[in-house]
């Protein structure tokens, strides 16, 4: 991957991760890791360019420097080399962020490619270099490009991922438990402990994440 060697348009680079200090990991493959992005960094120079985020303290925490990069026009990567599903996308598409992201796993499904984001091959380093250095020339040359990802992001979050579209979801889920309860004949003390098991293992976090949020 091509590194700018001086803070030159069109973006600087803010990096989030779970340790971005080699003593603070004790995996030997985050490690190394680390210490090459460091090594990077010192190597060009890039040091006031390369802002670290460190640990987020969950995702009031993690959540915080997304807002502010939306409004400065940046973009959000995630160039994970599989994701299972991405609900750091999903936060940074609700902020009206451009995305790019994985295109092995659950963030290729999340993002139409080119209208609510892009998707990049994390194994093709050179590609996905020059898709990310494209859009945000362009972006800087055309603020309406940026807009127009921006508002395709914030609609695909709208008619996909809403607490709206959850609810139905787990309306759809009642209906089948109706079914089963129909058909199985529960008797009523199953009945409630099935009921109270969903209560903590579903809608309680749920209540607790909405509060926090």
């Given at each position: ?28 493959e ?40 939306a ?142 949020a």
């Open positions: 991957m091509r590194v700018r060697r001086a803070c030159a348009p069109p973006a600087d680079l803010l990096v989030i991760g779970g340790h971005l200090d080699v003593e603070a990991s004790e995996d030997y985050e490690r190394e890791q680390i210490a090459r992005l460091h090594a990077l960094i010192d190597e060009h120079r890039l040091e006031h360019c390369v802002p670290l985020g460190g640990r987020a303290a969950g995702p009031r925490a993690r959540g915080r420097p997304v807002p502010q990069v409004d400065l026009r940046g973009a959000f990567v995630q160039p994970a080399l599989f994701e299972a599903f991405g609900l750091t996308v999903i936060e940074a598409m609700a902020s009206g962020l451009p995305v790019f992201v994985t295109s092995h796993g659950g963030p290729s499904e999340i993002v139409v490619d080119g209208v609510s984001g892009f998707h990049v091959d994390p194994y093709d380093s050179e590609a996905m270099t020059e898709r990310i250095a494209a859009f945000l020339e362009r972006a800087a040359a055309e603020p309406e490009h940026w807009m127009a990802i921006s508002r395709g992001a914030l609609e695909r979050v709208e008619q996909r991922y809403t607490w709206r579209k959850y609810a139905e979801r787990m309306m759809t889920l009642s209906r089948i438990y109706g079914f089963w309860k129909f058909a199985s004949g529960l008797e009523r003390e199953e009945t409630r402990r099935y009921l109270h098991m969903f209560r903590h293992l579903q809608y309680k976090p749920l209540a607790a994440a909405v509060r926090g």
